[in-house]
């Protein structure tokens, strides 16, 4: 592992000296590594949790497999989380493979998404020889035209392209203008460039993957449209389940509908960012950074760079909680209130992260020193105003995951609600509703849950 001294101070002082201006942005990459690797942990947790409450479910096998491609494709900074040396290469290319088979998978597991709530013209997709295969299928169906992509360009460096590691760690002898050639290793075959070591940043270590063929490019944002695709078609199957009866059906539709929905936005602004770079510098190559020296050209690769990691961050924990709901949502105790505790708490965290460092941003760049300013003019009223900011994003994601309840729930409730009929509870229809309870399987918190909730609706209602 290369020097760059002890790890929290390091983290410290590249997330405390970020600059976009001068292209320093170190510290950013570290904060999408640690939230890339947390959120891949969370959406193989969702994607176990959908497989082991029905492990023979077609449905629930397909969602599955959908997640965790998602959970390694979310995985796209891994590599510059810890200072690695260049003998990481190898197994940083072998990852990238993996990661464009994720992306040929995901592309094609959203529009498959419809055999499971199928459309009038999509209704052939139903039958049992396709979408109980499904899950099986996709995955070598990727697995083979990934193997022919890369056959047809002569490899896997001129598809994928190559991995670059900048070594500027410690002891550095730096010239009077404070400088110094930068340690570069590269992929074979990967075309070489100079890069310089400044003092004042020193030292550091990261890695930049380079952009292969177009068809890699083409792969990035492909996705997108696939997912607006699978978004129109879900929104048909919602509105066809709903005309004919099938609510289940509807509220699965809706939910795959939604999470199909915030991919497709989220994604697609930050697609139309690579595909303004492509016209503007002839590709998206995140290798050409260290060879541009144009600093404003630079500050354009960096933001379209970002917006499109944050982006893959983003959709991909959505979709996690949006896919859960709709699969788990009458199979799981309490599965519905978790996520939207869960979604609530992640919202709160990763806005608030932004606006932090878009605060210490901007007054960094206005006052010297003047980050930790930034960051209490933003951290100061999130403290403050707290419980009120929650209050509206709970309010926000009972919207997105409406309360649902299993078949055990719902008849408890309609045990409760005849025993509130006159709206008191005596110690006999206690007796019984504990007795309907043990017999259902349902614990007391859940019970206190349900009946919390059966009772705030009454009082709604009343007023």
């Not at 900011?389 to 045990?415: D, Q, R």
């Amino acid at each position: 592992m290369p020097d760059v001294g002890a790890l929290l101070p390091y983290y410290w002082r590249t997330i405390s000296t970020m600059d976009f201006s001068i292209g320093w942005t170190m510290g950013l990459t570290h904060i999408i590594s640690l939230l890339g690797l947390i959120t891949s942990i969370a959406l193989f947790f969702l994607a176990m949790l959908i497989i082991r409450a029905r492990p023979k479910a077609a449905e629930n096998r397909f969602m599955c497999i959908l997640l965790l491609a998602e959970s390694w494709r979310v995985l796209a900074q891994w590599y510059n989380l810890i200072p690695l040396g260049p003998e990481f290469i190898p197994i940083i290319q072998y990852y990238r493979v993996g990661w464009y088979f994720c992306g040929i998978l995901c592309i094609m597991l959203y529009i498959s998404t419809i055999a499971f709530y199928p459309t009038k013209r999509t209704k052939f997709m139903n039958k049992d020889s396709i979408k109980n295969n499904l899950w099986w299928v996709l995955p070598a169906i990727s697995a083979i035209l990934l193997a022919s992509m890369i056959t047809a360009n002569g490899g896997l460096q001129d598809t994928i392209g190559g991995t670059m590691h900048v070594d500027c760690s410690q002891d550095m002898v730096f010239d009077a203008d404070g400088n110094h050639p930068a340690t570069l290793t590269y992929s074979p075959g990967m075309e070489e460039t100079t890069g310089t070591c400044t003092k004042e940043l020193s030292p550091y270590v990261f890695f930049v993957p380079e952009a292969g063929s177009g068809l890699s490019t083409l792969l990035l944002i492909t996705p997108v449209f696939s997912a607006t695709i699978a978004m129109f078609m879900m929104r048909s199957a919602w509105k066809l389940s709903k005309s004919e009866g099938r609510e289940d059906d509807a509220n699965e539709a809706r939910s795959l509908f939604i999470g199909f929905t915030g991919k497709a936005t989220i994604k697609g602004m930050a697609v139309i960012s690579i595909i303004a770079t492509t016209v503007m510098f002839g590709r998206f190559n995140l290798a050409d950074m260290t060879s541009i020296e144009n600093v404003d050209q630079l500050v354009i690769y960096f933001y379209c760079l970002y917006a499109f990691l944050f982006s893959i961050l983003l959709t991909g924990m959505f979709e996690g909680f949006m896919f859960t709901y709709a699969i788990l949502k009458n199979d799981i105790l309490g599965i519905d209130e978790k996520l939207r505790q869960a979604f609530s708490t992640t919202i709160f965290a990763g806005f608030g992260g932004i606006l932090l460092i878009a605060a210490t941003e901007t007054m960094e760049s206005y006052i010297p020193g003047g980050g930790l300013v930034g960051g209490l003019i933003i951290g100061a009223p999130l403290i403050v105003l707290r419980k009120p900011i929650f209050s509206a994003i709970n309010s926000f994601s009972t919207m997105l995951m409406p309360e649902a309840f299993t078949k055990a729930e719902l008849s408890y409730i309609e045990a409760y609600e005849i025993a509130m009929e006159d709206r008191i509870i005596t110690e006999e229809q206690r007796k019984f509703l504990k007795l309907q309870a043990k017999t259902l399987g349902l614990d007391q918190e859940r019970i206190e849950y349900i009946e919390s909730w059966y009772n705030s609706n009454l009082e709604n209602e009343e007023e």
